[in-house]
Structures are given as structure tokens and as C-alpha cells.
């Protein structure tokens, strides 16, 4: 298996625009997670999905950001309008189980720029 | 008080030495955690996990588990220059530290 995809690796973009980020999760996996990491703060947990349903939401910081699950091997993160204060890693990962022992695979990260 | 807090580093330590990371959690309810190694530009990948008190080793690692103190450690043993990245302590799936710098001399 090729592991968590993401794309793009890379966005820059100017304030106000759309940024949409995508994952493909590890074919099997249930579960599939969006992380933000900054210096500041640290790996934040934004969204998760079971079986492609949204399960806590909690941690997306405001009505700009929101995430989708079609189907069990896409999703995707968008923010609109982008803000400089979204400037961060996003990650998206994967994991077959959630309880004591789930393992998680991250993607390789997209790392986005907002001018 | 963060819910996980770990001292940020940098710790340096000789190769060969005992490297000792630390974690406290808030939520005493907590059952399951994790540590994370991430190298610069990388993204994390798991290299030990434990829910039982005590300790539980796998190779140069050994991790600590203290539910009454809310307290959990990762210990490498031998440390090599390989082992120079940030190491992120998770309670759960919900929950990381911001992590610890670790840097390992020749």
C-alpha cells in the first residue's frame, strides 16, 4: 500500500482565496483524521471521520474550515476564505481501529502559505 | 494547564547515553498513549504505545506508564544520531504535546 496521500505537498495563497486540501487514506482504514501543527501550537486534532461520517468536529477553529468524506478513499479540508493565521502543516491520517492501540499512518503533509 | 505537557527541549545527550523524555496529562481518564517521533520537515510515525502501568520495552525503547501520577516517559537506550527528531507524546488519537527536541551527539 502507498501509505496516506496527500495533496498538494505545497500552497501558497493570498488572503481571501479557497484553499482545498485532500487525502487519500490507507485502503481498510475506518478512520481518518485532519491535523493542524504550528510551532505555536502544537499537532491539533481538527476532524474526524468514521466510515466516512463526521464523528467530532470540536477541534476546527470557525466556520471557515470544513471537511468532507464522499466516499471511504477521499476527503477533503477547505477553508474559505484563507486568513495568514492558517499558515500551518495540515495532516491527514489514517488508522484501522480507535480505542487502546489504534495505530496512527500520517501522510506526508501539506504545507500551506496564506499571504 | 495544557491537557499534555512536555518540556520542549532541546535535550542533548551523548551517543550512547540514556535518553529520558516526559509527559503529564490532565484528564485522569485517559487510557490509551503514544509516542511519536517526528524528524524535521517529516511527519510523525509512531514508535511505541501503552495503556497498562508499568513498563513496556521494545528494542532501544522503553515506555513508562504512571496512571497515578498522570505521568509517561520514553526511555532510549544507546541513543544514536539517528535518533535526533521531536518526540511527541499523545494521549489518545485527541491529544499531543507540543513535543521535545531531541539531539543526540557523536
Known amino acids: 500500500d502507498a501509505g496516506v496521500i496527500q495533496s498538494p505537498r505545497h500552497e501558497v495563497t493570498e488572503m481571501g482565496q479557497e484553499v482545498t486540501l485532500r487525502c487519500k487514506p490507507i485502503s481498510g482504514h475506518d478512520y481518518l483524521f485532519w491535523y493542524r501543527q504550528t510551532m505555536m501550537r502544537g499537532l491539533e486534532l481538527l476532524i474526524y471521520?468514521?466510515?466516512?461520517?463526521?464523528?467530532?468536529d470540536s477541534g476546527m477553529p470557525e466556520d471557515r474550515f470544513s471537511a468532507k468524506m464522499p466516499n471511504a478513499s477521499f476527503s477533503t479540508l477547505k477553508i474559505q476564505p484563507s486568513e495568514p493565521r492558517d499558515s500551518a502543516v495540515y495532516f491527514c491520517?489514517?488508522?484501522?481501529?480507535?480505542?487502546?492501540?489504534?495505530?496512527?499512518?500520517f501522510g506526508s503533509g501539506t504545507q500551506l502559505s496564506v499571504l | 494547564q495544557k491537557e499534555v505537557e512536555q518540556n520542549s527541549g532541546p535535550l542533548s545527550v551523548p551517543e550512547g547515553a540514556i535518553a529520558s523524555l516526559n509527559c503529564t496529562y490532565s484528564d485522569r481518564g485517559s487510557q490509551s498513549f503514544f509516542w511519536y517521533r517526528q524528524y524535521s520537515g517529516k511527519s510523525p510515525e509512531l514508535i511505541m504505545f501503552?495503556?497498562?502501568?508499568g513498563d513496556k520495552e521494545d528494542g532501544r525503547f522503553t515506555a513508562q506508564l504512571n496512571k497515578a501520577s498522570q505521568y509517561v516517559s520514553l526511555l532510549i537506550r544507546d541513543s544514536q544520531p539517528s535518533d535526533s527528531a521531536t518526540y511527541l507524546c499523545a494521549v489518545n488519537v485527541m491529544r499531543f504535546g507540543a513535543g521535545t527536541r531531541l539531539t543526540v551527539k557523536p
Open positions: 491520517a489514517s488508522s484501522l481501529t480507535f480505542g487502546a492501540n489504534e495505530k496512527l499512518f
Open positions: 501503552i495503556y497498562s502501568n
Open positions: 471521520f468514521n466510515n466516512n461520517v463526521p464523528i467530532d
